[in-house]
């Protein structure tokens, strides 16, 4: 199986922050990664895929980079809507197996 | 609207059953591969299996392989996950999601269609 690390596992931060969140995954996946944002008692919702690919309505601030087995999150200015758990998952093989996420506070 | 409703969670002895239903609606069912995912309280989410938009093919997690059975009606629009043999650590909301980018120019799938999630609480 695919395993998926983050980095960090929590992040503070301050509107206006340009922060980064790293997944890595155990062996090359090519781009077939997504990620996710959740927020406490939502489901989870899709904001990029295809490690680049802009989901329909994210907004602009969020891009997404790599492939193989690195990959980041970029949000380009924080948002007070942004503070929440970010998570990656990948879509190589079966079981896709997420990440263990990243929480984005307020500093 | 596209929507999934998950149904059928509730409060279970270990070593029960219980069967989770997924309705969608706003979308053409039968086209679309099928997810549930779980999240424990408080823990991060676990992908858990995954039906084929006709039913022939399904994948399980390791950790309900040989106790969770997946199943589709496609004319009520519904996925069924049986659950059986619940012990503690099947505790969790579990959530419905499709699986987009079928047909997608981008050659990449994702799950782009959530369902709020219902709750199993395994417990004596």
């Known amino acids: 199986d695919i395993q998926l690390t983050q980095s960090p596992s929590f992040l503070s931060a301050s509107l206006g922050d340009r922060v980064t969140i790293t997944c890595r995954a155990s062996?090359?996946?090519?781009?077939?990664l997504a990620w996710y944002q959740q927020k406490p008692g939502e489901a989870p919702k899709l904001l990029i895929y295809?490690?680049?690919t802009l989901q329909s309505g994210v907004p602009s601030r969020f891009s997404g980079r790599g492939s193989g087995t690195d990959f980041t999150l970029t949000i380009s200015s924080l948002q007070p809507e942004d503070f929440a758990t970010y998570y990656c998952?990948?879509?190589?093989?079966?079981?896709?197996?997420f990440g263990p996420g990243t929480k984005i506070n307020v500093k | 609207q596209v929507r999934l409703v998950e149904s059928g969670g509730g409060v279970v002895q270990p070593g029960n059953s219980l069967r989770l239903s997924c309705a969608g609606s706003?979308?053409?069912?039968?086209?679309?591969?099928l997810h549930w995912v779980r999240q424990a309280p408080g823990k991060g989410l676990e992908w858990v299996s995954m039906?084929?938009?006709?039913?022939?093919?399904?994948h399980y997690a390791a950790s309900v392989e040989g106790r969770f059975t997946l199943s589709r009606d496609n004319s009520r629009k519904t996925v069924y996950l049986q659950m059986e043999s619940l012990r503690p650590d099947d505790t969790a909301t579990y959530y419905c999601?499709?699986?987009?980018?079928?047909?997608?120019?981008?050659?990449?799938?994702?799950?782009?269609?959530w369902g709020r999630g219902t709750l199993v609480s395994v417990t004596s």
């Open positions: 998952q990948h879509l190589n093989n079966y079981p896709y197996n």
């Open positions: 062996q090359g996946i090519s781009r077939y």
């Open positions: 295809g490690a680049s």
């Open positions: 706003g979308f053409t069912f039968r086209d679309y591969p």
């Open positions: 039906i084929s938009f006709d039913g022939s093919n399904k």
């Open positions: 999601a499709r699986e987009g980018g079928l047909g997608d120019s981008s050659g990449f799938w994702y799950f782009d269609v």
